[in-house]
């Protein structure tokens, strides 16, 4: 099982951008796909990007355009860029750990979460 540690949540004026961070422990992380999922109060939790081991990444149609995933095999660290952030962008963000399945991705292990809130 791995752990995750996310940071670099805030709050952010509609438009700005933030950068989240996700370290994660133990040696398997060259081989786990990764994975940002968010939020909202009163909704259900909704994947948001996600990058395969070598590189390859997905985006939820929402957020297309606007956010980069990106990962550091070394230091073992999967970052999410914000761009051009809106206000519908406020949840908690929660990095996964997890595999590419011919069902889609399956997270497997989960962090602790980062709040990111976005004013008008």
């Known amino acids: 099982q791995m752990q995750l540690v996310e940071s670099g949540g805030g709050l952010v004026q509609a438009g700005g951008s933030l950068r989240l961070s996700c370290a994660a422990s133990g040696s398997i992380f060259g081989i786990k796909a990764m994975g940002w999922y968010r939020q909202a109060p009163g909704q259900k939790r909704e994947l948001v990007a996600i990058?395969?081991?070598?590189?390859?990444?997905f985006y939820a149609d929402s957020v297309k355009g606007r956010f980069t995933i990106s990962r550091d095999n070394v230091k073992k660290t999967v970052y999410l860029r914000m761009d051009s952030l809106k206000p519908e962008d406020t949840a908690m963000y929660y990095c996964?750990?997890?595999?590419?399945?011919?069902?889609?991705?399956?997270?497997?292990?989960w962090g602790q979460g980062t709040q990111v809130t976005v004013s008008s």
């Open positions: 996964a750990a997890g595999a590419v399945t011919l069902s889609g991705y399956v997270p497997r292990d």
């Open positions: 990058i395969s081991v070598p590189g390859n990444t």
